[in-house]
């Protein structure tokens, strides 16, 4: 089995601290599968009715891998999807599929496809310049959480305490950017610096754990410095993270879900989500599981099941998390698969 990761660099750029890729890559090698990583800028493609030559590499024509594996997330530009669709074209399998990646990439969009099949979401609102304060207020109140449409790892996130703070950052953007494309959320105050993180595979829960962002700070990314540590996936939790990851198309995702008066609210869903918090907290193996889904995915599956890493002597909550990273089920092509 052969497969490609497409990344922002190239593998002779690939640095060490790039965990999920590197983890990846070493899942593969333990696997026998030749995983290779190229960067977007390394294709070229023309749309012809010969196929075989629509796509070069590095000038070359190749021979087509069977899967490839996008790690751009919401960075996923113009260029680099269309390089993914036209793979997909050509019968190339792809984790996440191109629709996929686009829908997730659009905060709005995907909050919106979620509102319509009535999963609990936080009140969004599309800015528009100038801004009108009072409806902000009337509307989600203060504070509210800025976003901008795009973005991952908690960047481009912002908490505006008051309407007066709120009202500055929106003058200096619109003098700055009028085009900018902003979304503000209602803040969710007992979620305030921790949220869950789900990763689901293949439409099952292969792990769950609580992030919890640095003092002070209301943002609960690990990436950013936060703390990780094993959550119990509750039925709830199951259902809201399945259904995101099944509405919006991604056989791999990060469910963001955030504290909501004994409930839970999605934050977010993210095509490329990390795994290395998932990995530490909860002493789970999910790169080999990715690959182990691809291997049933593509008919391709000649191996036992994975199973997880031992952990020693976890706690009560610790084993909760992990009983949840069961062999993947999932119907391919109308047949149910183990």
């Given at each position: 089995?052969?497969?490609?990761?497409?990344?922002?660099?190239?593998?002779?750029?690939?640095?060490?601290?790039?965990?999920?890729?590197?983890?990846?890559?070493?899942?593969?090698?333990?696997?026998?599968?030749?995983?290779?990583?190229?960067?977007?800028?390394?294709?070229?493609?023309?749309?012809?009715?010969?196929?075989?030559?629509?796509?070069?590499?590095?000038?070359?024509?190749?021979?087509?891998?069977?899967?490839?594996?996008?790690r751009m997330g919401s960075g996923t530009t113009y260029f680099a999807l269309?390089?993914?669709?036209?793979?997909?074209?050509?019968?190339?399998?792809?984790?996440?599929?191109?629709?996929?990646?686009?829908?997730?990439?659009?905060?709005?969009?995907?909050?919106?496809?979620?509102?319509?099949?009535?999963?609990?979401?936080?009140?969004?609102?599309?800015?528009?310049?100038?801004?009108?304060?009072?409806?902000?207020?009337?509307?989600?109140?203060?504070?509210?959480?800025?976003?901008?449409?795009?973005?991952?790892?908690?960047?481009?996130?912002?908490?505006?305490?008051?309407?007066?703070?709120?009202?500055?950052?929106?003058?200096?953007?619109?003098?700055?950017?009028?085009?900018?494309?902003?979304?503000?959320?209602?803040?969710?105050?007992?979620?305030?610096?921790?949220?869950?993180?789900?990763?689901?595979?293949?439409?099952?829960?292969?792990?769950?754990?609580?992030?919890?962002?640095?003092?002070?700070?209301?943002?609960?990314?690990?990436?950013?410095?936060?703390?990780?540590?094993?959550?119990?996936?509750?039925?709830?939790?199951?259902?809201?993270?399945?259904?995101?990851?099944?509405?919006?198309?991604?056989?791999?995702?990060?469910?963001?879900?955030?504290?909501?008066?004994?409930?839970?609210?999605?934050?977010?869903?993210?095509?490329?989500?990390?795994?290395?918090?998932?990995?530490?907290?909860?002493?789970?193996?999910?790169?080999?599981?990715?690959?182990?889904?691809?291997?049933?995915?593509?008919?391709?599956?000649?191996?036992?099941?994975?199973?997880?890493?031992?952990?020693?002597?976890?706690?009560?909550?610790?084993?909760?998390?992990?009983?949840?990273?069961?062999?993947?089920?999932?119907?391919?092509?109308?047949?149910?698969?183990?």
């Open positions: 089995m052969r497969g490609w990761i497409l990344y922002k660099e190239t593998a002779t750029q690939l640095k060490p601290e790039l965990y999920e890729i590197n983890r990846l890559l070493a899942a593969a090698k333990a696997d026998n599968i030749e995983l290779e990583v190229y960067a977007p800028e390394e294709f070229d493609l023309t749309v012809t009715r010969e196929d075989n030559k629509s796509i070069l590499l590095n000038g070359q024509a190749v021979d087509l891998p069977d899967f490839i594996i996008p269309a390089i993914i669709r036209h793979l997909e074209r050509l019968g190339v399998y792809c984790l996440n599929p191109s629709k996929a990646i686009e829908i997730v990439k659009d905060k709005l969009f995907s909050q919106q496809l979620l509102a319509e099949k009535n999963l609990p979401t936080p009140k969004t609102m599309l800015v528009k310049f100038p801004v009108d304060i009072d409806l902000v207020e009337r509307h989600l109140g203060f504070p509210v959480v800025i976003k901008t449409l795009s973005g991952s790892q908690g960047s481009g996130v912002f908490l505006s305490h008051r309407a007066r703070e709120f009202d500055d950052l929106m003058q200096l953007i619109e003098a700055t950017n009028k085009n900018a494309n902003i979304i503000l959320q209602e803040f969710i105050a007992n979620s305030h610096g921790r949220d869950l993180r789900v990763f689901t595979i293949g439409g099952r829960v292969a792990g769950c754990y609580e992030r919890r962002g640095q003092e002070d700070s209301f943002k609960a990314n690990v990436s950013a410095g936060g703390s990780a540590r094993p959550f119990e996936i509750t039925p709830e939790i199951e259902w809201l993270a399945t259904q995101t990851a099944n509405i919006l198309d991604l056989d791999v995702a990060g469910i963001d879900l955030l504290f909501d008066n004994g409930h839970y609210k999605i934050c977010e869903a993210n095509s490329s989500p990390g795994f290395e918090g998932l990995e530490s907290c909860l002493n789970v193996d999910i790169a080999a599981q990715i690959l182990h889904f691809i291997r049933i995915r593509l008919g391709m599956f000649n191996r036992d099941p994975i199973v997880p890493k031992q952990p020693a002597a976890a706690e009560p909550e610790t084993q909760a998390a992990t009983t949840s990273n069961r062999v993947l089920t999932r119907k391919v092509t109308g047949t149910e698969v183990e």
